[in-house]
Every structure is written in structure tokens, then in C-alpha cells.
């Protein structure tokens, strides 16, 4: 299953970078992408399983980048 998400309050192009590759490495996450500049994230996952990969993720992204909030 592929969707998108708005990013909310992501400061900038290095920890969105970050966030990427430690999203990537998740088990169940096939692609991401995640763009600074549209503030967004596009992520392919196991559709079985996307709820509790999209808990990992948030966590993921927490530790890059505290203020940074995916909107769901």
C-alpha cells in the first residue's frame, strides 16, 4: 500500500534526509521519500501491517526531528 502524508514543521533538508534512511530501514517498509521542500512524505509498506509500521515510522521520525509531526 503506497500513501502520502503532510509533514508538519520539518526545518530542514538534512533531517529529512535523516528521517528517510531511518524510515527505509524499518521492517515492512518497501519505499520512502520524503521531500523537504513540499513538506511532504510518500511511503510503500505492507498493507497487512500499515498501521503498526506508521507507529515505527512517527517514533523514526521523532528522534530525527522532535517537532516534526506527520499528519495523518
Known sequence: MKKV?????LDCANC???MERAVARL?????VSISFM???MAIEADEARFDEIM?????A?????P???ILR
Request: net charge positive.
Open 38 to 40: 513540499a513538506q511532504r
Open 16 to 18: 529529512a534526509a535523516k
Open 5 to 9: 502524508f503532510k509533514l508538519e514543521d
Open 67 to 69: 517537532d516534526c509531526r
Open 61 to 65: 521520525c521523532r528522534k530525527v526531528e
Open 27 to 31: 521492517d515492512g517498509v518497501t519505499s
Open 55 to 59: 507507529e515505527r515510522v512517527e517514533k
